[in-house]
């Protein structure tokens, strides 16, 4: 048997996956990445796209962090768009679609490229360990690997079966092969898992459809990136599009008729499947008064002739796909390329892990990604991003990254995982989060970059640019403040061009800043400054100006609930010394071992009485120890 150890080893080789092993390995821990397929690195096997609202917060904040998610969306991107644009600053946020073999092929030549990273094709079948802690790892190819930390980023790979129609098979994601054996051993050491069930949609040849009756989207006419430290470029002339359309009376009518043979409806699948992202059946079954639903044309690369049909995935039979897609404005001879189909797969129960991603009964076992019940790659690659920078601290015996709800979409994806568990697909969503207004895309650099500096992911390069760019928004907010400006008959003409609020008296342009209207493209016209901001920077600025008097009431909101959060509740606290928690109270608290008390008072019914008499045990005990 071949023996080999490693200081970490990442099993799994998506999102998720490639993050945390390029994570471990840049912070200079000896990494080994297995992979069930190294050609599918990074695989999108359902919508070729990366972001949106609360989605592209994650991808910002995983480049804030050091990440690279942001950086393989930016060297694929075809088309590119601000999206909750009316909405306000904080749910404002980039959508791109991506070349999905570009997105990959720039992962593949990272993890390739890197120092302390081993890349290997393989399967893992057992998880070993040693009085609780994690010692290796056993493959189907016979290898033996030892290790200290190990980090499971199995996807949706885990005991997979595809299902179209009633014709169902053992498979990983649009063909490939998946891991029956490792589920199974990780069961054994007690680790409770659930089933969880995810649609895709069928892909069309584009030379098959009639677009002229379709509405086309293109691209935003700025230059635009996700990465804070990337180039900005524009994708206006490259001839890409998305098309608007919709089903029609003849598609529910097709889906009246076959509805009985979905599985969905016969029973073959019983997992819950996406609440956000249902596929045309769950639509049909919801909602039945709505004969007709938006679908989108997606183009998948300029290198092939595949097209996804955004908001039509399905697992019904291939005939009814078949007949479905020809009901559709366009697509009456139309060709399938691939089918849709529904996946089912394991998962593990997510309230198991710690905030650092680490399961708590098993020392050095972290998890990330779908495998802990989410769906999404931005989701998948910002755990597998923490979950890396946690292990290579756990292996380095480091003060662990933990990020709080108000520091990050991050933060509140891992702690509603760790303390309200999930038994459907957890998608990342804006109205997940109660401090957004914090938690914007133009601040992801200022609350989480110094994480990513003290962990050792963002070099001397990257920080003194950030630093550098702090530096004028400070003086350009400074400036704004003490400079006035009175109006005039060219001050006014100015206002009405831009479409403002006429300035109604002299006063600083930070001030005006918050009138009706007001651009900091108008202030500068009004105003000038000396020197130039990026668009980043810009953002920024205006934004803090605009909205400051609700971001000092949000802020004195969340540093209420970091009193809580900052108050630890011991590894192996009594519960049962708690005199007059309830018998509810008593029973979640066992089960979910919150950290702390803010984690406690989040657990859905844990009430602040409940949490007022931990503090008071905790108190007694932190004044035992003092004498």
């Not at 694929?76 to 749910?91: H, Y």
Request: proline share 5%; with cysteine.
């Amino acid at each position: 048997m071949f023996h080999d150890s490693y200081d970490v080893i990442v099993i799994g080789g998506g999102h998720a996956g490639c993050e945390a092993a390029l994570a471990s390995s840049r912070i200079g821990c000896r990494t080994l990445m297995l992979n069930l397929n190294v050609d599918n690195t990074a695989l999108m096997p359902c919508n070729p796209s990366i972001g949106g609202p609360a989605k592209g917060h994650l991808v910002r904040e995983v480049s804030a962090l050091g990440g690279k998610q942001a950086r393989a969306a930016d060297a694929s991107t075809l088309m590119i768009r601000w999206l909750n644009t009316s909405k306000g600053a904080a749910v404002r946020a980039l959508r791109a679609q991506c070349d999905p073999f570009s997105y990959s092929t720039y992962y593949r030549r990272l993890l390739t490229a890197q120092a302390n990273l081993d890349v290997n094709q393989d399967e893992v079948i057992e998880l070993l360990t040693e009085h609780g802690q994690v010692s290796g790892v056993l493959t189907r190819h016979g290898a033996h690997y030892d290790a200290r930390a190990v980090v499971l980023c199995g996807g949706v790979y885990l005991s997979g079966r595809v299902f179209v129609g009633d014709k169902s098979f053992s498979s990983g994601p649009m063909g490939q092969n998946n891991s029956e054996r490792l589920a199974k051993s990780l069961e054994a050491l007690g680790i409770k898992s659930g089933t969880m069930r995810t649609d895709t949609t069928p892909r069309l040849n584009i030379n098959t459809i009639d677009f002229s009756g379709m509405t086309p989207q293109l691209s935003e006419k700025e230059g635009l990136c996700f990465d804070l430290w990337g180039e900005r470029k524009t994708y206006t002339d490259t001839g890409y599009a998305c098309w608007f359309s919709r089903t029609t009376e003849e598609t529910y009518e097709i889906l009246s008729r076959n509805i009985k043979r979905s599985p969905l409806v016969t029973g073959d699948v019983k997992a819950n499947g996406p609440r956000y992202c249902p596929s045309i059946e769950d639509k049909f079954l919801r909602f039945p008064d709505h004969i007709t639903h938006p679908i989108v044309f997606e183009p998948v690369s300029t290198n092939t002739n595949e097209v996804y049909v955004q908001n039509f995935s399905t697992s019904l039979p291939y005939d009814v796909q078949v007949e479905m897609i020809h009901s559709l404005p366009g697509c009456e001879n139309a060709k399938i390329i691939k089918p849709g189909y529904g996946i089912e797969y394991t998962y593990f129960i997510p309230d198991q892990l710690k905030h650092t991603l680490e399961n708590k009964n098993i020392h050095g076992f972290f998890c990330a990604g779908q495998v802990n019940g989410t769906s999404g790659y931005e989701e998948a690659a910002a755990q597998g991003l923490l979950a890396g920078i946690n292990a290579a601290m756990y292996v380095q015996e480091r003060e662990p990254l933990i990020l709080g709800r108000d520091e990050g979409y991050l933060g509140v994806l891992v702690d509603d995982l760790t303390t309200k568990s999930t038994n459907e697909p957890y998608r990342m969503l804006t109205g997940r989060c109660e401090h957004r207004l914090l938690l914007r895309w133009d601040n992801a650099a200022h609350r989480l970059a110094h994480h990513g500096r003290r962990v050792g992911l963002l070099d001397d390069s990257h920080w003194g640019a950030l630093e550098a760019g702090f530096a004028r928004e400070d003086r350009e907010t400074a400036r704004l403040k003490a400079a006035k400006i009175s109006p005039s008959p060219e001050t006014e003409a100015l206002c009405l061009e831009y479409g403002a609020e006429v300035l109604p008296g002299t006063m600083t342009p930070a001030e005006f800043l918050k009138h009706r209207g007001v651009s900091y493209e108008l202030v500068q016209k009004l105003s000038p400054s000396p020197e130039a901001l990026t668009p980043d920077e810009i953002a920024h600025v205006e934004t803090e100006l605009r909205y400051t008097g609700y971001l000092e009431r949000e802020n004195r909101v969340a540093e209420r609930m970091k009193g809580f959060d900052g108050a630890k509740i011991p590894e192996g606290f009594d519960y049962d010394s708690v005199k007059g928690l309830r018998a509810e109270s008593l029973q979640k608290l066992k089960h979910y071992r919150p950290e702390s008390l803010g984690q406690a008072l989040r657990i859905s019914g844990i009430t602040p009485v409940d949490v007022q008499l931990i503090s008071v045990i905790l108190a007694r005990n932190e004044r035992m120890k003092g004498n």
